[in-house]
């Protein structure tokens, strides 16, 4: 029968066959799936069920392909869905041992169960497996969980939790390690440029991890602990 497909994003497109019911997982949630996977020929690549191995793996950080990740944020625990996903949400240009370049993809994916994250901010996140977002002056970023209400207005005093390391994974500084919020003035240059700009459309309850270049950060003087020219790694959450 002729499959009725909605679009999630352009190139990923999803049908539901089953409806799932709880709430949602967020990102850096450890889930547990069931799948098949076919590319467009209809050619089968893999599947979990005939070999009774779900997988296991986080949420939203580019483990096993972007397209498994929208579609299960958008997932509900015990639901079904049928995915058809452009190269782009799949493997791309290089595929994979089991996928050719460039291929279209079908999968029967279940949403079995999964372990809701409680993010951790003294873990170093693994920075080569996150789908960061650029913004026009080089500052990089990942939302490990949605905030809510309005953003902070320039000028106004915002209140964080925060983690920072080097890019080797060396822990520098945390409010967290002192049991103490750090408060400052948003937009006032009273802290590094990239957590101005990076904290500025974040929205209260928010986790996010920035990606800051040295340009916005402390150049080629360093600062302490930061040597020249460091890209610095940090997790803030914005406090309500």
């Known amino acids: 029968s002729r499959i009725n497909w909605l679009s999630l994003e352009p190139g990923l497109d999803y049908h539901v066959l089953e409806e799932g019911k709880g709430k949602r997982f967020t990102a850096a949630s450890l889930v547990t799936v069931d799948y098949t996977g076919w590319l467009s020929s209809g050619t089968q690549f893999n599947d979990s069920r005939s070999r009774k191995q779900p997988v296991r793996f986080k949420l939203g950080i580019n483990q096993v392909n972007k397209g498994w990740d929208?579609?299960?944020?958008?997932?509900?625990?015990?639901?079904?869905?049928?995915?058809?996903?452009?190269?782009?949400?799949?493997?791309?240009?290089?595929?994979?041992?089991?996928?050719?370049?460039?291929?279209?993809?079908?999968?029967?994916?279940?949403?079995?169960?999964?372990?809701?994250?409680?993010?951790?901010?003294?873990?170093?996140?693994?920075?080569?497996?996150?789908?960061?977002?650029?913004?026009?002056?080089?500052?990089?970023?990942?939302?490990?969980?949605?905030?809510?209400?309005?953003?902070?207005?320039?000028g106004k005093n915002v209140i964080v939790h925060y983690t920072g390391w080097l890019l080797d994974g060396k822990k520098f500084d945390s409010s967290r390690d002192r049991g103490q919020t750090f408060s400052f003035a948003l937009g006032q240059g009273e802290v590094i440029k990239g957590w101005d700009e990076g904290i500025a459309s974040m929205k209260k309850g928010g986790k996010r991890l920035l990606k800051i270049p040295a340009s916005l950060a402390y150049g080629i003087s360093g600062s302490g602990s930061i040597p020249a020219n460091a890209t610095l790694i940090f997790s803030v959450e914005l406090v309500p």
């Open 70 to 154: 929208k579609a299960l944020l958008a997932m509900q625990p015990g639901a079904r869905w049928l995915l058809k996903m452009s190269p782009a949400w799949g493997y791309g240009e290089k595929g994979n041992s089991r996928v050719p370049p460039n291929s279209i993809l079908l999968f029967d994916l279940s949403l079995i169960s999964g372990e809701q994250s409680q993010f951790n901010t003294d873990d170093f996140p693994d920075v080569k497996k996150i789908t960061w977002k650029k913004t026009a002056s080089g500052l990089e970023y990942f939302d490990l969980k949605a905030g809510t209400g309005k953003s902070p207005q320039t």
